[in-house]
């Protein structure tokens, strides 16, 4: 991920992050990627190895999962609501390490023992390059995993975009809040993270940041509708409103 450190240190100045109203510049993002490098060292994590990141947006979490994808480990990034199916989740993955990072940032690590052997593990292996595995929902029956070539899905952000002040609304262990995460880092853009996505706050995030593009559900669309909220807040600065994960129905 060269390509990213150039822009990083582009920007090196700049915020990178607003997480609980705190200000992070790219800067601090290459220090703790470099520090948690060091970290994936010392807990001897090799390359190739199946990692589950726990987490959200926030510094730690985004620092780490960079560091992740640098040492080339294959990556399973899940939320902490995961929690009550984490052992079927990191059955299916083959997981072999966690890092759990919580709501006040802090990161606790644990090891699960698993054998790694399927073919598509082998197939990024032997091209060297990071992995990521996301999880369907499993709503209708249990999870499925999809093995990504990270290397691969990496490749876009090259080019370079202009970036909006923009929500990470969707979430971490979703493609779609990982796509707007690489979006805005890989321009040089802020990252404005929360973990609380109910109307009220995302409005009033909107207001204080003067957030320009918000990535949405329609179901949280739909929400905010009934709930009125952005009544109570000028939004006047948001030029774009995306919506994925669903269909939009045409009610909202």
């Known amino acids: 991920i060269e390509f990213l450190f150039d822009v990083f240190k582009e920007y090196e100045f700049s915020d990178s992050i607003i997480w609980k109203g705190k200000k992070l510049s790219y800067r601090f993002l290459i220090d703790n990627i470099e520090k948690y490098q060091l970290l994936i060292d010392k807990y001897q994590i090799k390359e190739g190895s199946v990692v589950a990141l726990e987490g959200d947006f926030s510094p ?9 994808i640098e040492k080339t480990c294959i990556i399973v ?8 199916n984490e052992n079927k989740l990191f059955s299916i993955a083959q ?7 919580n709501e006040n940032d ?3 690590t644990e090891t699960v023992s698993n054998k790694t052997d399927n073919y598509y593990y ?5 091209r060297k390059h990071p992995g990521l595995v996301l999880f369907t929902s499993g709503t209708s029956s249990d999870p499925k995993a999809a093995v990504h070539n990270f290397f691969a899905l990496l490749e876009k952000f090259k080019t370079r975009r202009k970036a909006l ?3 990470n609304f969707l979430l971490f262990d979703h493609w779609g809040g990982l796509n707007t ?7 040089g853009g802020t990252v404005i993270a929360t973990r609380d996505r109910n109307p009220e706050n995302v409005c009033k995030l909107i207001k204080l940041h003067q957030i320009e593009l918000l990535p949405a ?4 669309l739909n929400l905010m509708l009934l709930s009125k909220a952005y009544e109570n807040y000028d939004l006047s600065s948001l030029k774009i409103i995306s919506y994925g994960t669903e269909p939009m129905p045409e009610s909202t």
């Open 60 to 68: 730690n979490s985004i620092a780490l999962l960079l560091a992740l």
């Open 77 to 84: 990034p899940l939320t902490n609501t995961s929690k009550k």
């Open 95 to 101: 997981v072999e390490f966690v890092f759990r990072i």
């Open 106 to 108: 802090v990161i606790t």
């Open 122 to 126: 082998k197939l990024i292996r032997e």
């Open 165 to 167: 002040r923009t929500l």
């Open 181 to 187: 995460m690489f979006h805005i880092l890989s321009n």
């Open 217 to 220: 559900s329609p179901t949280f």
